[in-house]
């Protein structure tokens, strides 16, 4: 039976949800159709208008934000939050320190020194009220120390910070607030650059999300998360809860085995933590190519939460038409998926007056996907293998793609005419790292993409009549 959202919770609805009909839905991450009855939608209708306040409000409330309809707002914590916080920290004594002095003494803090070159130095700016400090001797890596951590820590959440982290303000309490949901396993703010005019790697949108594998928030970083340590201790090993294994990406599969544990974890934008990124492209570069070299350790451990590129299979057929130069072709493929998306809504029972507007966007998300797809891993190698003729049609034809894809989509830092070429440069460094992590683990998952051989993937709902 589905666990309600608890009384007090408020829900918004997710910005790509679009109504269809007469209580009819569409959005979500992945995708999907939501059809009401009379009786669930009178409950919508009291849900919308205020916070839960009973279990079949709940129920409909849990439904929604589950499936990435709408998205929890808990109400306002009466008490103080339990919270310890963990940092691994190497060296970056003067980035400890700024990171101490924005958390203040409100809550005890673990710093564990994984064989900095200057202990003392560490151990200088660590020596104040409320902070313990651990030290390794041999250095094991950013998961290792964390385990070690955890050993000392008694309260019911954690919050995972790195040093070269700067938390605004109240960020645990109102990360906090979500743990009133007793689903809910982890919670990650918005991590965006120090400096507004740079980028943020690990930044991963304006908009909330449930965090999952294969959706649009796949995962969150562990430089900024709070955690239900009783949610820690279902997903832990003999090893500890954090694979000690991976050096990188150790984060991403906590996150996807608290998926696998049935925990709830949610990435809420407005908390924002500061990150103080690498100086120079070249240590940027070489960070994204040392991210992109975990990928196949951890298709090795999550085989189908990897894929880089899910695409229709109709869709990809009409884009690859295009960039052949058959125009006549890929009109008829695209009537083809207008064809295929109209029979399907009709057997919905949804106006198939939608079914220009889903098959068109279904095939721009499919173009800018597949140049994204081919930027990271094969336009170098396209590059080398296209006549010099074509070689520049190729690269300004991913350009484009990454450029509209960027204005179509999230609200980024800084102008996308300007900052478009270092995303390319982006992807490329970790598309590279990728390549040599697959070659290193002898597997090519990381590089499949996932082609759905169907008109289109329709996965319907129907809220119950028991929701009210």
């Known amino acids: 039976m589905t666990t309600p959202l608890p009384e007090g919770f408020r829900i918004i609805l997710d910005a790509d949800v679009r109504t269809l ?47 990435g309809l709408a998205h929890p707002r808990p109400p306002r914590r009466a008490a103080p939050a339990d919270i310890t916080v963990v940092i691994p920290v190497r060296d970056r004594p003067e980035m400890l320190g700024r990171c101490l002095d924005a958390l203040g003494d409100r809550y005890p803090v673990v710093v564990v020194d994984d064989c900095s070159a200057d202990a003392s130095a560490v151990a200088r700016v ?48 109102r990360l906090a607030e979500h743990f009133a949901d007793p689903m809910v396993g982890a919670v990650a703010p918005r991590v965006t650059a120090l400096h507004p005019d740079e980028r943020c790697a690990l930044d991963r949108g304006v908009r909330a999300a449930r965090v999952l594998p294969n959706a649009r928030v796949s995962f969150v970083p562990a430089a900024a998360l709070l955690v239900r340590r009783g949610a820690l201790y279902d997903i832990s090993t ?10 990188y990406g150790e984060d991403v599969d906590l996150v996807w085995r608290l998926h696998a544990a049935d925990w709830r974890v949610r990435y809420d934008p407005s908390v924002r933590v500061a990150h103080e990124e690498p100086m120079g492209s070249r240590r940027l570069l070489a960070r994204r190519f040392r991210y992109g070299g975990s990928a196949a350790p951890l298709a090795s451990r999550h085989p189908t939460a990897l894929s880089p590129l899910i695409v229709y299979g109709w869709s990809a057929a009409t884009v690859l038409a295009l960039l052949h130069g058959r125009p006549v072709a890929a009109l008829a493929l695209f009537g083809g998926c207008l064809a295929g998306t109209g029979s399907t809504l009709r057997r919905a029972g949804v106006p198939t007056g939608h079914a220009l507007r889903l098959t068109a966007g279904d095939v721009f998300r499919t173009w800018t996907g597949i140049a994204r797809y081919s930027t990271q891993f094969t336009l170098p190698l396209l590059l080398i293998a296209v006549p010099a003729r074509g070689r520049r049609a190729l690269f300004w034809w991913s350009m484009g793609a990454l450029l509209l894809g960027r204005i179509a989509g999230e609200p980024t830092a800084g102008n996308p005419l300007r900052t478009t070429p270092a995303v390319l440069a982006d992807d490329l460094a970790y598309g590279l790292g990728v390549v040599a992590g697959c070659v290193r683990e002898k597997t090519t998952i990381p590089l499949r993409p996932t082609v759905i051989h169907r008109w289109r993937r329709t996965e319907q709902r129907t809220v119950p009549r028991s929701s009210r």
């Open 21 to 67: 009909g007469d209580r009819l839905w569409w959005g979500g991450s992945p995708s999907r159709l939501l059809r009401f009855t009379e009786a669930g939608y009178g409950a919508w209708q009291e849900l919308r208008a205020g916070a839960v306040l009973t279990p079949a409000m709940g129920r409909l409330a849990r439904q929604l934000t589950d499936a």
């Open 126 to 173: 660590a020596a104040r009220p409320g902070v313990t400090l651990l030290r390794h001797e041999i250095n094991q890596g950013p998961a290792v120390a964390r385990n070690t951590a955890l050993h000392r820590v008694r309260t019911d959440l954690v919050a995972f910070l790195d040093s070269d982290c700067v938390p605004g303000p109240e960020w645990l309490e």
């Open 238 to 247: 003999p090893d500890g809860v954090f694979d000690p294994d991976l050096r």
